[in-house]
T-cell receptor
Framework: GQQLNQSPQSMFIQEGEDVSMNCTSSSIFNTWLWYKQDPGEGPVLLIALYKAGELTSNGRLTAQFGITRKDSFLNISASIPSDVGIYFCAGTLTGNQFYFGTGTSLTVIP | NAGVTQTPKFQVLKTGQSMTLQCAQDMNHNSMYWYRQDPGMGLRLIYYSASEGTTDKGEVPNGYNVSRLNKREFSLRLESAAPSQTSVYFC????????????FGPGTRLTVL
């Protein structure tokens, strides 16, 4: 199956710090998505990207669709305790099947 | 609006037992999905249903069967459970197959002894 690698695997940061994470694929995608999963819950969509080079924001979150179409980046500014969770990237070429990354676990220390 | 609901939340099975995981959505979505989530592996697609009456294999279909009972419900069956099927199972739905916004249920945590 398709492999999506996310880094870092986990992050421990102080409240107020900025966060950066990325996702790389072995092949090109037409759509990149970023999800957040809270403990005991299903993933929730944060941002969707449709075009190489696209930069999209959702509040304190900003994501970019890499120009090679094989990577994507997520930044969180001024982190707060409720940002805690696991962040997943997902990508698709055809739209029939999305492939998910391995996740980045974020811990925010108050 | 409950969104996507899954039952049960937790289940323990012995090797060889069978069970069905239930999923229902109340958003009038056409497409539904079953994923499994394992530590360090992310979510992997087991089966999906583009619309009522159709089902297709995803990335890891072996050992599973599905039924799209009607537009609302999509069940996942393990005929003879194996320890390798210990995982957290998520059901999701979307308006159409190519829709990027998939809505996920809360998950079923399954342990096979």
């Amino acid at each position: 199956g398709q492999q999506l690698n996310q880094s870092p695997q986990s992050m421990f940061i102080q409240e107020g710090e900025d966060v950066s994470m990325n996702c790389t694929s072995s092949s090109i995608f037409n759509t990149w998505l970023w999800y957040k999963q809270d403990p005991g819950e299903g993933p929730v969509l944060l941002i969707a990207l449709y075009k190489a080079g696209e930069l999209t924001s959702n509040g304190r979150l900003t994501a970019q669709f890499g120009i090679t179409r094989k990577d994507s980046f997520l930044n969180i500014s001024a982190s707060i305790p409720s940002d805690v969770g696991i962040y997943f990237c997902a990508g698709t070429l055809t739209g029939n099947q999305f492939y998910f990354g391995t996740g980045t676990s974020l811990t925010v220390i108050p | 609006n409950a969104g996507v609901t899954q039952t049960p939340k937790f289940q323990v099975l012995k090797t060889g037992q069978s069970m069905t995981l239930q999923c229902a959505q109340d958003m009038n979505h056409n497409s539904m999905y079953w994923y499994r989530q394992d530590p360090g592996m992310g979510l992997r697609l087991i089966y999906y249903s583009a619309s009522e009456g159709t089902t297709d294999k995803g990335e890891v279909p072996n050992g599973y069967n599905v039924s799209r009972l009607n537009k609302r419900e999509f069940s996942l069956r393990l005929e003879s459970a194996a320890p390798s099927q210990t995982s957290v199972y998520f059901c999701a739905s979307s308006e159409e197959l190519a829709s990027d916004t998939q809505y996920f249920g809360p998950g079923t945590r399954l342990t096979v002894l």
